[in-house]
């Protein structure tokens, strides 16, 4: 039993990370989209990452500052006001976004990391990132 002074924090385990990106990379595959994939657990640490054959140089930042903003908010990146959209990477040195691609992870309601996926149109991102978590059996979207 933990005290005042300590908390467990959970996290994805390398093991599933893998998969998520391998999931990932296939779900790309199939719709003919070349893309980054990282996944960072909720410490922020990126456990997972994969640049994917053809994939853009600059997709590689992108995926990563969607997961570690999925990680860190518990929320969608691209799911914050308007008003956010500069001030929110602005504030954080550069590492949260407000561009979507970015999902939380989460089992059984317990938050355990985030995805981003970066290369394609927002929406493509969008869902190739759904369907690694769904092909994980990560809890759907809120």
Same mark, same amino acid.
């Given at each position: 039993?933990?005290?005042?002074?300590?908390?467990?924090?959970?996290?994805?385990?390398?093991?599933?990370?893998?998969?998520?990106?391998?999931?990932?990379? !296939?779900? /790309?595959?199939?719709?003919?989209? +070349?893309? @980054?994939? @990282?996944?960072?657990? @909720?410490?922020?640490?990126?456990?997972?990452?994969?640049?994917?054959?053809?994939? %853009?140089?600059?997709? +590689?930042? %992108? @995926?990563?500052?969607?997961?570690?903003?999925?990680?860190?908010?518990?929320? +969608?990146? =691209?799911?914050? /006001?308007?008003?956010?959209?500069? /001030?929110?990477?602005?504030?954080? =040195?550069?590492?949260?976004?407000?561009?979507?691609?970015?999902?939380?992870?989460?089992?059984?309601?317990?938050?355990?990391?985030?995805?981003?996926? =970066?290369?394609?149109?927002?929406?493509? !991102?969008?869902?190739?990132?759904?369907?690694?978590?769904?092909?994980?059996?990560? !809890?759907?979207?809120?």
């Amino acid at each position: 039993m933990g005290n005042k002074f300590t908390r467990t924090v959970e996290l994805i385990t390398v093991e599933k990370a893998l998969e998520a990106v391998k999931a990932a990379l !296939d779900e /790309s595959q199939r719709l003919g989209i +070349a893309v @980054s994939v @990282s996944i960072h657990n @909720s410490l922020l640490v990126q456990i997972a990452y994969a640049h994917g054959d053809g994939a %853009t140089p600059h997709s +590689a930042e %992108t @995926s990563k500052r969607k997961a570690q903003t999925a990680a860190s908010t518990r929320r +969608a990146s =691209g799911s914050f /006001s308007e008003k956010l959209a500069v /001030s929110l990477p602005l504030a954080s =040195g550069n590492l949260l976004t407000n561009l979507g691609g970015g999902l939380p992870i989460r089992f059984n309601g317990t938050h355990v990391g985030g995805i981003g996926v =970066g290369g394609g149109t927002i929406e493509q !991102d969008i869902a190739i990132a759904q369907a690694a978590l769904q092909a994980i059996g990560a !809890d759907p979207l809120e």
